[in-house]
């Protein structure tokens, strides 16, 4: 069975949430990111990614890290992507075409979304009176966002017409522009895609138990 690094509130929850969605069973074990501890280092200290026996497996000290037998990877995206290969089925791509496709919007989720949005959930979190820092930090992600609403409009999910790994990797991104309130509501297509895929079950597991974990 795989095993799984980190924590709910971490990218870690995308792999949880595939893995939720495939039925493929695997051991979570909580590991901590080492800046939301007081001290990562203090000998009570759980598991956390600043660990010296974290560090071993993940020597850029992130999480998620997945360990299946000898293989450890890290990346989130290279987690699902090596995940949806490994155990298939009608979430993974079905042919080299649709591999493609996945992998385009993994690298587009990776270059153009997450930075725009990341920035946009962390200028809204550090200061939310700070209305003309999260209006630039909204400005970054309108393109992106743009594509996504072309390509939401004419396709129901991001490839094969159903839902893929691929709608994991990215509605793990843009949920992060939910920070800001109203702004997905001027890209409807991505609105209700976004919408749809939160709606699922798999999904709705893993946010309740993200939920129960300590902010
Ligand atoms: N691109 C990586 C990002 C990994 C990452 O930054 N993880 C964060 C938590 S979401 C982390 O472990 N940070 C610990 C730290 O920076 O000390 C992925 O998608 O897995």
Same mark, same amino acid.
């Given at each position: ?114 930075? /725009?949005? #990341?920035?946009?959930? *962390? @200028?809204?979190? %550090?200061?939310? =009176?700070?209305? !003309?820092?999260?209006? &630039?930090?909204? +400005? ?51 609105? /209700?895609? #976004?919408?749809?895929? *939160? @709606?699922?079950? %798999?999904?709705? =597991?893993?946010? !309740?138990?993200?939920? &129960?974990?300590? +902010?």
């Amino acid at each position: 069975m795989p095993t799984l690094y980190g924590v709910y509130r971490s990218r870690a929850a995308r792999n949880i949430w595939l893995a939720l969605e495939m039925g493929i069973e695997m051991e979570v074990v909580p590991v901590i990111q080492g800046y939301r501890l007081p001290d990562p280092h203090a000998s009570g200290a759980p598991l956390n990614t600043q660990s010296p026996d974290f560090l071993a497996m993940s020597p850029a000290g992130a999480v998620p890290i997945l360990r299946d037998g000898d293989l450890v990877i890290s990346e989130s995206v290279a987690i699902n992507l090596y995940l949806a290969r490994k155990y298939g089925g009608p979430l993974a791509p079905a042919d080299l075409e649709e591999e493609a496709q996945v992998l385009q919007w993994a690298f587009y989720g990776m270059t153009a979304v997450e930075p /725009a949005a #990341l920035a946009l959930m *962390q @200028a809204v979190m %550090a200061s939310p =009176a700070d209305v !003309a820092g999260a209006d &630039a930090a909204a +400005a970054k992600l309108a393109r992106p966002l743009a594509v996504l609403q072309a390509h939401l409009s004419a396709h129901p999910y991001m490839v094969g017409d159903r839902f893929t790994v691929a709608d994991v990797n990215t509605a793990e991104v843009v949920r992060y522009a939910r920070a800001r309130p109203g702004l997905i509501d001027a890209y409807p297509a991505v609105d /209700a895609w #976004l919408k749809a895929c *939160q @709606a699922r079950p %798999a999904f709705q =597991a893993m946010w !309740a138990k993200r939920e &129960a974990e300590p +902010a």
